[in-house]
């Protein structure tokens, strides 16, 4: 008897993975039109002056966060009761990593990560948000973890050709074990 593969349907996206291209392309468009403002009220060549200058400022933000990281885990490594914790480095080096961004809008935004009041606005909101997704996902139970594992057997049963190769677990019979006598049969090659 041979079983077909249905195919699969993909995934519904949910909302924010529906809005994320948009969200990107409103951005986009945004950071274009503010660049051409800024260019229309002090010239095309300082405003590349300025996306430069950004793009500098972000690696030495992002230069000088990672030291600063790297310099708690040494503490820490040497002395783990002595050493405090590191915060705002991660916000740090978004703000790098945004100021590195040719843009306008993104520099603005990199500022707010920067600014210790907007800091402290923005880490408030990552905790609220973390903490509603943590409450709306599903405790991680005996079936939640049944199905990861037959999905994962799902996926193992695909060759790299495309091929499917059908199978099944199959458990020995419960039943006095045999002893086991120390004889291995060779391997073949």
């Known amino acids: 008897m041979s079983q077909q593969a249905t195919p699969a349907r993909p995934a519904r996206r949910g909302r924010l993975a ?26 095309w060549f300082p405003t590349l002056l300025l996306l430069i200058a950004g793009v500098f400022l972000g690696g030495t933000v992002i230069k000088r966060a990672g030291a600063r990281a790297f310099r708690a885990a040494v503490e820490l490594s040497k002395d783990p009761q002595s050493a405090q914790p590191q915060t705002g480095t991660s916000m740090t080096v ?12 993104s520099d603005l935004l990199a500022v707010t990560f920067l600014l210790p009041p907007t800091r402290a606005l923005w880490r408030a909101l990552g905790r609220r948000i973390t903490g509603t997704v943590l409450r709306s996902t599903a405790p991680v139970g005996a079936d939640r973890f049944a199905d990861a ?8 049963i695909h060759r790299p050709d495309g091929k ?6 199959v458990d020995p019979p419960a039943g006095p074990a045999e002893p086991d006598t120390g004889y291995r049969p060779p391997i073949a090659p």
């Open 149 to 156: 594992m037959r999905l994962q057997e799902q996926l193992r």
């Open 18 to 43: 529906r809005s994320v291209p948009l969200l990107i392309a409103a951005w986009l468009v945004l950071e274009i039109w503010l660049l051409t403002v800024v260019a229309g009220w002090i010239g």
């Open 94 to 105: 978004l703000a790098g990593v945004l100021l590195t961004v040719p843009g306008f809008l």
């Open 164 to 169: 499917i190769v059908q199978g099944e677990v």
